[in-house]
C-alpha cells in the first residue's frame, strides 16, 4: 500500500525558513512524481513543487523562494521553504502519482495515486 506522511511544519515568522519532509513507503520513490501541495485557508488546495523523472517544477509564486529535493536512500521528499510570507500558510500535503511533474503540478490531489495527512504552516510575526 502506497503511503505518504508529512512533518515539519509549524510557525515561522515572515521571511523565515521552513523545511518540510514526506517520506513514503510501498513503493519506489524514483519510479513516481512527488508534488507538494497546499491549502490556504479561504482558498483552494493547489499544487505548489514536484519532482520526479522530469524537471522539478514550481509554481510561479514560489520560485526562487522553494527547492524541492529528494533523497531516494531516504525515501524521503524535501521541501526548502525560504523567505515565507503569510500567504504561504496553510496545510501542506505530499502526493504521489506516476505521471509526469506536469501533469501533477496541475491535477487535484485527490486525482492522484495517494497522498499524505497534510502538516500546517503558520506564518505569523
Known amino acids: 500500500q502506497m503511503r505518504l506522511a508529512e512533518s515539519g511544519g509549524g510557525l515561522v515568522q515572515p521571511g523565515g525558513s521552513l523545511t518540510l519532509s514526506c517520506v513514503v513507503s510501498?513503493?519506489?520513490?524514483?519510479?513516481?512524481?512527488i508534488g507538494w501541495y497546499r491549502k490556504a485557508p479561504g482558498k483552494e488546495r493547489e499544487g505548489v513543487s514536484c519532482?520526479?523523472?522530469?524537471?522539478?517544477v514550481y509554481r510561479d509564486s514560489v520560485k526562487g523562494r522553494f527547492t524541492i529535493s529528494r533523497d531516494a536512500a531516504k525515501s524521503t521528499v524535501y521541501l526548502r521553504m525560504d523567505n515565507l510570507q503569510p500567504e504561504g500558510k496553510g496545510e501542506y500535503y505530499c502526493?504521489?502519482?506516476?505521471?509526469?511533474?506536469?501533469?501533477?503540478?496541475?491535477?487535484?490531489?485527490?486525482?492522484?495515486?495517494?497522498w499524505g495527512q497534510g502538516t500546517l504552516v503558520t506564518v505569523s510575526s
Open positions: 510501498g513503493f519506489t520513490l524514483e519510479d513516481f512524481s
Open positions: 519532482i520526479g523523472k522530469t524537471p522539478s
Open positions: 502526493a504521489t502519482d506516476l505521471g509526469t511533474c506536469a501533469k501533477v503540478i496541475t491535477t487535484p490531489m485527490e486525482e492522484l495515486d495517494a
